[in-house]
């Protein structure tokens, strides 16, 4: 499971953001999940919800955006969201399709408090 | 109250920095680096040795080996007087670049015309981390069923060549050649296709020469 491996990616990418901070509170980090990137979204936010507590960031909550897989076809030029993972376009059968979204993996925004309180550490 | 900090950053970046620093690394040493991956027990260890079998007197080679709590492969690699790395993840499910770059430390890289990187036997994990291989190998073994494409698409898709394995068993498994060709191709229509059996030899013969044309491509 490498879930967690990822989540720890995350808080360090919060970490280098925020620093130690102490008058920012983080609220919450937007994370966006591609459908072809092979995590889990329900493992990712428990794994995250467990490691966020051992940093000063505790109590912080995950949103996880999952971004459809989808594809331009280089031939006819049709969008198209790619069904069951068959990178073919359905208008005109080619398989030469540029994947559009999909493939993320990244932190998209952080939402802080500024003059927190410090209850939260 | 709420202040949003837009981010906008790739969560695994630091390791693909590093994969990109291992590639240019591997470019400079004139040496073909493939990364091995497989479900446990398809025969990524089988392979490797068939492989070695053929071409440890023509190329030097050397192995990393990631394993979950063993040397085992290792053991079963060293016969051949290859330099063999192992990396026991305890625990860990994938192999990631600062692994490869730690561990390539312990070879000489530059006397190398092949590096082989035997991945955790994972179909899901490795997919996500690029070590700064040249290229992905994933081997599926006719026991496993010809969907497995299908049920793990991110690792087909990264891939650049399938081997199928174990086809001697092809006569007493449900698995059909045809299906799992068209299920990988419609992931991934450029993957190059292999069949084997380490058992019987058959097959092999046709992916060393593919091999051997890769590594003299690399050579420097």
Redesign the interface.
Known sequence: MHEMSIAESIVEIIRETLGEDENRRLVSVTVEVGELTAVVPESLEFCFNAIIETTPYRGAKIHIRNVPLTGRCQECGEEFHIEKYAFVCPKCGSTRVQVLGGQELKVSELEVDENGTGDHR | ????????????K??DDIAAENREFFRQAGVFVFNLLSSPGSGKTSLLEKTLEKLHDKYRIAVIEGDVQTDLDARRISRFNVPAVQIVTKG???L?ANLIQNAVENIDVKALDLLVIENVGNL??P???DLGEHMKIVVVSTTEGDDKP?K????F?VSDVMVVNKIDLLPYVEFDMDTIRKNA?????NLTIFETSCRTGEGIDRWVDWLSGKIEQFRS
Do not use: A
Request: proline content about 6%; charged content about 20%; overall charge positive.
């Open positions: 109250m709420g202040q949003v900090i837009t981010v906008e950053r790739q969560i695994l630091k390791n860990g499910c994938h990631e899901v994990c997919s996500n981390y299908l793990y698409p991110k690792m898709r191709l419609s992931i991934n229509p």
